[in-house]
């Protein structure tokens, strides 16, 4: 595949440079669309567990019990998300890096993708620390009246 430009062609180095930059956008594409994904569904189910245990007025233990499943997901897509940080960081700087290589004035704000991957991972931390918190002490529910 030639790249043609002002009447002249690119060298193959640079015909190879455009191709890894073309992968890096389909990759930044696929880890936004799975960031939103993943932090959709782990929100989910962690509101939906919740929701049954205040709904069901269960008792300390059986709240105990119920909540640990949300409390595992939060700390594990914390961790993921921790991981996708330092992911997110390096894809950001491969496309800045073939950017300055390719001369282009622009690029996808790839950058973007590491401040969400932050912002879900206090996120889900902050969520991990208030059912660690109900774990330890389920008569909170009480005191705000979600359970009798």
């Known amino acids: 595949m030639k790249l043609k430009k002002e009447n002249w062609f690119l060298s193959e180095d640079k ?36 929701t049954y245990v205040i709904s069901a007025k269960l008792s300390e233990n059986l709240i105990r019990l119920a909540l640990q499943l ?4 939060s700390i594990g897509t914390f961790i993921m998300f921790c991981f996708g ?12 890096h073939h950017q300055v290589e390719l001369g282009i004035d622009w690029r996808p704000h790839a950058e973007t993708l590491t401040y969400m991957s932050i912002a879900f991972a206090l996120l889900f931390l902050i969520v991990a620390i208030g059912l660690g918190g109900l774990i330890a002490n389920p008569s909170m529910l009480k005191a705000v009246g979600c359970v009798p």
């Open 70 to 73: 949300p409390f595992l997901l």
């Open 85 to 96: 940080t330092w992911k997110t960081w390096d894809l950001s700087n491969w496309v800045k």
């Open 15 to 50: 015909e190879y440079q455009w191709l890894q930059f073309e992968k890096l956008i389909d990759l930044h594409k696929f880890y936004f669309e799975n960031l939103i994904k993943s932090a959709s569904f782990s929100f989910g189910i962690i509101g939906a567990i919740l």
